[in-house]
């Protein structure tokens, strides 16, 4: 069974920082890649950056590529999301997810396990 819970979100202001973290509660962690999705209200939920079960392999939506960065702690069994610049239309709910691969795609229909998210609110 597969359990991931996420911290970290917050309300910040635009231009300033935030970093989430995903604890996930699972056998092989290291086998399988992670990504990070967001959805804001009235929006559908969009792929924001995944990474390969190394770490060697990342990528991001075009929208937070520069801004955002995605990396991995094996033995802790953790997932990180850096985010800088943040801006207004970043606020949405962000949830990390496990990938059914040892990579990570950028659909949902790659990952099979969600954590319930955290909020990240971006006052301008």
């Known amino acids: 069974q597969v359990q991931l819970v996420e911290s970290g979100g917050g309300l910040v202001e635009a231009g300033g920082s935030l970093r989430l973290s995903c604890a996930a509660s699972?056998?092989?962690?290291?086998?399988?890649?992670m990504g990070w999705f967001r959805q804001a209200p009235g929006k559908e939920r969009e792929f924001v950056a995944g990474i390969s079960r190394t770490g060697g392999s990342t990528s991001y939506a075009d929208s937070v590529k520069g801004r955002f960065t995605i990396s991995r702690d094996n033995a802790k069994k953790t997932v990180y999301l850096q985010m800088n610049s943040l801006k207004s239309e970043d606020t949405a709910v962000y949830h990390c997810?496990?990938?059914?691969?040892?990579?990570?795609?950028?659909?949902?229909?790659?990952?099979?396990?969600w954590g319930q998210g955290t909020q990240v609110t971006v006052s301008s």
């Open positions: 997810a496990k990938s059914i691969l040892p990579i990570a795609g950028t659909g949902s229909a790659d990952f099979d396990s």
């Open positions: 699972m056998r092989s962690f290291g086998l399988f890649g």
